[in-house]
């Protein structure tokens, strides 16, 4: 019987919260080896979830823990979730609290892990659009992950899909790191150190969730930042493991290069070539900004207040 804790951290999101727990109470378990619990991270406990939404573990169908962070940001929620999780899952799993799983999404985590040996399993991310969304938000592939290749090996993991052997984290003591506690990235440091102690990461082709992308998502002014900050973790992540450093600032620099001269030709008449100017610029000065010291803040809590609503607390 595989032991599957399934850790969700959440920040003034109690729909987004309730709509992924029902969801999972939908998925498919027949002829399923697994027992299923949930650790429910609450990180605004002046505004929680629970007070919307009443008692969490009325709504889940499997064993549900909820708990409070205190300290403010996404790594120190993450971590409350590990330090919860102790002796007893097999396999612990990352969901965030603007998804939905598919049906099939249980029984292809695990199906993966086991048929590959994977380490650790991603599966597919699809945008639901609030609203209508511009090209660039389609050509740029800035919201989705995947398709992927069923149980293709892959150098990447996101905590908005994946699944995860427990005990290659209690051996190897793997926690997410505080630097990234108000910058995000902090998930792409992790598996990077995953893998750097030995683990693998496979694709979960069918493990598919919706994630929901709200409108104040939708503007080039968002989508800049987000390649600026996808940049600077790069480069933060190759400052402070000292590994690949000449290699990783020489690549931001292309990229910003690159990207500054689709700018300057106006992308030779075509907008679309311009936008994806933009984006490679944007990504390549995050580089370089991380071997200046620089750590953009993308979650800092006036930026996740302003877009969730509500005032700083």
Known sequence: MNKVTVCIAT????????????SLNAVETDG???????????????DPAEATLGDLAKISRWPLRYVGEHNRGIVAARNRALDEFGEDPDYVAFLDDDETVSRGWLQSMLQTLQTTGATAVQGPVIPQFEVTPPNWAIASKLFELGPFQPGERIGFASTNNAMIAADFLRQHQIRFDTRFNTTGGEDEEFFHRLQESGGTIHAAAEASVTDIVPQKRLTLGWAVRRKFRMGNTLGRIAVFHRRNRLMRFIKGAAAFGKGTLMILTLGLGSKARITAGLFEAARGAGVIAAFTGVAFKEYSMSAVSHERGGAVV
Do not use: D, H, M, T
């Open 32 to 46: 399923l080896a697994a027992l299923v619990s949930f650790i429910v991270v609450e990180n605004c406990p002046n």
């Open 11 to 22: 920040y003034r999101r109690p729909l987004g919260l309730q709509a992924l727990l029902e």
